[in-house]
């Protein structure tokens, strides 16, 4: 059983930066891989990316969002940067026993985070 609770949403404007943090349980995290996702309203939970022993990246954030982990703190992070309107969203973090394949579909994750709200202004 692994708990997660992200951490670190708000208020940003177009160009800037944000650092979301996923804090998790458990004693066997490093054997999981964490994904992040985003929900816009009224619309499909979407994959951003994954790490494992690689990093994954969506197209749609690729060269913009840095995920990295530190198992020692049972922490993800997700750094945004050059944040865009069509970036907002609630963010989930994501923890899945699929390890040797990349996952993008959120049936896949087994745990998940309660979500924290990214809000990007133009």
Known sequence: QVQ???SGGGLVQ?????RLSCAASGRTFSSYAMGWF???PGKEREFVGRINWNRYYADSVKGRFTISRDNAKNTVYLQMNSLKPEDTAVYYCAATTIL???T???NEYDYW???T??????
């Open 38 to 40: 985003r929900q816009a």
């Open 117 to 122: 709200q990214v809000t990007v202004s133009s």
């Open 4 to 6: 997660l609770v992200e």
């Open 104 to 106: 993008m579909d959120p």
């Open 14 to 18: 177009a160009g800037g930066s944000l």
């Open 113 to 115: 985070g309660q979500g």
């Open 100 to 102: 040797n394949i990349v």
